[in-house]
């Protein structure tokens, strides 16, 4: 039987909207990644969105994911507790300056420590850095409970909702 879910885009116009998380882990840290093995992207898809229903690119093949990471306007970062890896984000952008955060979480032994918010800060930041001038993201109520709260606590803002039937 087909499940309601609410599906919700945000976005950011200012880096000024920012606000910032009040993470107190320390040693993490947050890498570029080169984009040359699409094992990682997609190791981290899979194990990331396994529990919040993420099945866009479970049937990708390999070619999907060397197309992902071909695209000159994709960025994969990752961060790290010392040697550890803890979560990543992508970013795709288009010749307009709108920054798309397209997937972003964290593993779930790392719930609760504020990482999430350090990371999005981190995303938010790099897109504006890098000449953003919108950051957008999309999220639904299949997703961790704290992701909607997390991007609203960050500054961005709801710009479109809809209600979708999923199996």
């Not at 920012?18 to 890498?31: F, T």
């Not at 803890?86 to 790392?110: M, P, R, S, T």
């Not at 609760?112 to 639904?140: D, M, P, Q």
Request: glycine share 4%; hydrophobic share 35%; net charge positive.
């Amino acid at each position: 039987m087909p499940k309601k879910v609410s599906r919700y885009f945000l976005e950011i116009h200012s880096i000024k909207h920012l606000k910032l998380s009040k993470c107190l882990e320390r040693n993490l840290s947050i890498k570029k990644e080169n984009n040359s093995n699409k094992d990682l992207p997609q190791f981290l898809y899979k194990k990331i969105g396994k529990d919040y229903n993420w099945k866009d690119r479970l049937y990708w093949s390999d070619n999907d994911w060397i197309r992902l990471i071909s695209n000159p306007n994709y960025e994969l970062y990752t961060i790290f507790k010392n040697e550890d890896l803890v979560g990543y984000y992508e970013l795709i952008f288009d010749q307009h300056e709108n920054f798309e955060i397209a997937y972003f979480g964290i593993f779930k032994e790392y719930f609760g420590k504020k990482i999430g918010g350090y990371l999005l800060c981190h995303a938010i930041e790099n897109s504006f850095n890098k000449g953003a001038k919108r950051v957008w993201v999309h999220t639904c109520t299949l997703d961790h409970p704290n992701a909607f709260k997390n991007y609203i606590a960050r500054g961005m803002r709801i710009f479109k909702s809809e209600e979708l039937n999923v199996d």
